[in-house]
C-alpha cells in the first residue's frame, strides 16, 4: 500500500491536500505505525505515541465519521461566504480530520450544538478552484451521513 501508484492523469483533476485521494473513489489517507497509532499525514516521519519512526504504510481512512467539535465562523477572507460551520472529525481509525460541514444551518447548529457533537458525518468533495495549468483543485467536506 505504502506505494500505491497515484492514477491522476496530467489533464485530470488534482487533490487539495496530499492525505486526500480521488482514485478509486475519493477517500483520505493516513499513516499507519506498528503500535497501531494513525496520523492524517501520509508522509509522517516520526510516530509521538510510541517513538518509532517512519515512513509508515499508507491506510485508507473510511469515509464516515463523527463530529468531536465544530465552531461557527462569522468572519473569513474576502470572498467566502460567512457564515459557515468547520468542524474536526474523528474517523473510527482514530484520526481526526479539520474539516467543513456542509448542509448544517450555522444558526441552528449554535441554537441546539447538541444536535451536532456526535453526529455521523460522510465526506464529500467539490472542485475547490483551478489551478495555474486549469486542472480542477478538489477540497473536501463532511455532511450529515444520507442513507
Ligand atoms: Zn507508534
Known amino acids: 500500500?505504502?506505494?500505491e501508484a497515484q492514477i491522476v492523469t496530467d489533464?485530470?483533476?488534482?487533490?487539495?491536500v496530499p492525505y486526500l485521494k480521488l482514485e478509486p473513489k475519493p477517500h483520505l489517507i493516513g499513516s499507519k505505525c506498528a503500535c497501531?497509532?494513525?496520523y492524517l499525514d501520509p508522509?509522517?516521519?516520526?510516530?509521538?505515541?510510541?517513538?518509532?519512526s517512519g515512513p509508515f504504510p499508507t491506510v485508507d481512512l473510511s469515509e464516515r465519521g463523527k463530529v468531536y467539535?465544530?465552531?461557527v465562523i462569522h468572519q473569513s477572507f474576502p470572498g467566502i461566504k460567512t457564515p459557515y460551520v468547520t468542524a474536526i472529525v474523528d474517523l473510527p481509525e482514530g484520526v481526526s480530520v479539520?474539516?467543513?460541514l456542509l448542509d448544517v444551518d450555522p444558526e441552528q447548529a449554535q441554537k441546539?450544538?447538541?444536535?451536532?457533537f456526535g453526529m455521523p458525518v460522510e465526506m464529500v468533495t467539490q472542485v475547490a478552484s483551478k489551478d495555474r495549468e486549469g486542472h480542477d483543485v478538489i477540497a473536501f467536506s463532511f455532511r450529515p451521513t444520507r442513507n
Open 112 to 116: 441546539e450544538p447538541h444536535k451536532i
Open 98 to 100: 479539520r474539516t467543513n
Open 69 to 71: 467539535v465544530f465552531s
Open 1 to 3: 500500500m505504502a506505494q
Open 36 to 38: 497501531g497509532a494513525v
Open 11 to 16: 489533464s485530470g483533476p488534482r487533490p487539495i
Open 43 to 52: 508522509k509522517r516521519v516520526a510516530c509521538s505515541k510510541c517513538g518509532a
